[in-house]
């Protein structure tokens, strides 16, 4: 059996609210839309998704941005849309999706046309606060190895402002096939600084992780320490999801804040002061159970750990990606890279 692709953080295209921000997504769209290979129809759609999207945030929110990227998970590729702001929310967002209600001046123009041309589409409002929307274009189904199954699985990476390369990265595999049930791996990682020495070490830090044939989180972390040698060093955890007993254990050394998320809940796992590439001393292995309807949340320092879940309701039943992008625009800073990833594992 041909083993399942992992699912890493690849580049984000981030463009922020501004004039021309239409014209810049459409571009960098059709760029994206040739890399995946989808169909002149399908970038013809995402343009328009892009141009709706994008106007809606210069007409309405305080302060926005597109993120557009190029998502490989198992044997499809596809362009992935987020389009988030700072701004009212939507009060009635029933009748902003239907299709059709474009009253010009009116939050919410153009969702129900995404809504309709997107393969999936997902959309979060915090009234007085702003708006998160997913969608997904995806090329024809290519011949590729099926996904990292059991899970739904997503992140996000901004990096600091002024900055294209990005220090924070994720990924998740499946444990290397042996006895017992298919596990999840999933790490996230925070190199030290910011720019392109950031960046090599999460680089480094996703080619130990993947190459890993180590079972327990604590083994791989060291593993991950060992290939940072010679790096800036990072923030680095490893979790271990077990999706039908339902728990995680998770071993880190640094600081990433790590979350069982629940509709009204939130438990945090520790993580052991330290630097992988540099010293991670002993670090401990904590563990959780992994309800349904709760989520696995690992994010660096760029975002805040002060966030709180009843200040997302409705937000741990969206699809992983729109978690991630939610709690990176509302929870983040631009003073540092900001890196999340989210795993649920489906009832
Ligand atoms: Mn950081």
Redesign the pocket.
């Given at each position: 059996m041909t083993p399942a692709s992992p699912v890493e953080a690849g580049e984000v295209l981030w463009l922020r609210s501004g004039d021309g921000l239409a014209a810049a997504g459409r571009r960098e769209a059709a760029v994206l839309a040739h890399r995946a290979g989808l169909t002149d129809g399908r970038a013809a759609d995402l343009a328009l998704a892009v141009t709706e999207a994008a106007t809606n945030l210069q007409r309405h929110a305080i302060d926005g941005a597109l993120a557009l990227r190029v998502t490989t998970q198992g044997a499809q590729a596809a362009v992935e849309l987020l389009a988030l702001d700072s701004g009212p929310g939507i009060a009635d967002l029933g009748s902003a999706l239907r299709d059709g209600s474009s009253t010009a001046g009116t939050l919410g123009v153009g969702l129900g046309a995404i809504r309709r041309l997107a393969d999936t589409f997902a959309i979060h409002t915090l009234p007085g606060r702003g708006t998160g929307l997913y969608a997904r274009f995806a090329a024809p189904p290519g011949g590729g190895p099926e996904p990292v199954p059991a899970a739904e699985v997503s992140g996000l990476t901004r990096p600091i402002n002024g900055e294209t390369s990005c220090?924070?990265t994720w990924a998740v595999r499946e444990q290397p096939a042996g006895e017992g049930p298919p596990r999840l791996l999933v790490m996230m990682c925070?190199g030290?600084g910011?720019g392109p020495l950031a960046a090599r070490a999460g680089d480094e830090a996703r080619v130990a992780f993947r190459e890993s044939r180590a079972a327990e989180p604590s083994r791989i972390l060291a593993d991950i320490h060992a290939g940072l040698k010679g790096t800036r060093g990072a923030?680095v955890a490893v979790a271990r999801v077990d999706p039908r007993a339902r728990t995680v254990a998770l071993c880190g050394a640094g600081?990433i804040s790590a979350f069982v998320l629940g509709p009204d809940s939130r438990q945090t796992l520790m993580s052991t002061p330290g630097i992988a590439g540099h010293n991670i001393g002993r670090p401990q292995t904590y563990t959780a159970d992994l309800p349904p309807g709760h989520a696995l949340v690992l994010h660096?320092?760029?975002l805040s750990g002060r966030w709180l879940p009843k200040q997302f309701p409705g937000l741990t039943a969206q699809t992983p990606a729109l978690v991630a992008a939610q709690l990176l625009w509302q929870a983040g800073t631009r003073r540092?890279?900001?890196g999340i990833v989210v795993v649920k594992v489906p009832s």
């Open positions: 220090g924070d925070d030290l910011h923030a600081n660096s320092d760029g540092d890279d900001a």
